[in-house]
């Protein structure tokens, strides 16, 4: 601590890597989960200029576009994914999809993996419904 109080310049970047740690640790559960159920995951932190996609699983021709979220609550990990987050995953799945060669056949679906304490993981399918 610094004086006055306040955490030194060291504390927000130690804040930052658990935070880090710790959605690298649900999404290595979420992506477990979705082997368990079948899907196949062809990529983890996708990113694009648009954002970044957590997970993408594919069963088939089903593409699942995989946000995660490690909360207290499904109904908090659910609220956390908001307008503006839906549109960026978005904006990046279409960036994804343009690269496909299959893309034509493909089906895109917006999940969501909430992350809850003491669970497993809670699959949410169709969680919102894209541009498509």
Same mark, same amino acid.
């Given at each position: 601590? @610094?004086?006055?109080?306040?955490?030194? &310049?060291?504390?927000?970047? #130690?804040?930052?890597?658990?935070?880090?740690?710790?959605?690298?640790?649900?999404?290595?559960?979420?992506?477990?989960?979705?082997?368990?159920?079948?899907?196949?995951?062809?990529?983890?932190?996708?990113?694009?200029?648009?954002?970044?996609?957590?997970?993408?699983?594919?069963?088939?021709?089903? #593409?699942?576009?995989?946000?995660? *979220?490690?909360?207290?609550?499904?109904?908090?990990?659910?609220?956390?994914?908001? &307008? @503006?987050?839906?549109?960026?995953?978005?904006?990046?799945?279409?960036?994804?999809?343009?690269?496909? *060669?299959?893309?034509?056949?493909? @089906?895109?679906?917006?999940?969501? #993996?909430?992350?809850? &304490?003491?669970?497993?993981? #809670?699959?949410?399918?169709?969680?919102?419904?894209?541009?498509?």
């Amino acid at each position: 601590m @610094s004086r006055g109080g306040a955490p030194g &310049p060291g504390a927000e970047t #130690v804040r930052r890597r658990r935070h880090l740690g710790r959605g690298h640790r649900g999404e290595t559960l979420a992506a477990w989960a979705l082997r368990l159920k079948g899907y196949r995951i062809v990529a983890r932190q996708y990113r694009t200029k648009l954002g970044e996609i957590d997970i993408i699983a594919r069963r088939g021709d089903l #593409v699942a576009i995989v946000e995660v *979220k490690a909360r207290p609550t499904l109904a908090a990990a659910m609220d956390a994914v908001g &307008p @503006s987050a839906q549109r960026r995953i978005e904006g990046a799945a279409d960036l994804w999809l343009s690269k496909q *060669k299959d893309h034509a056949r493909l @089906s895109i679906r917006f999940d969501i #993996v909430a992350v809850l &304490p003491r669970r497993w993981p #809670v699959h949410v399918t169709d969680a919102w419904r894209g541009r498509w």
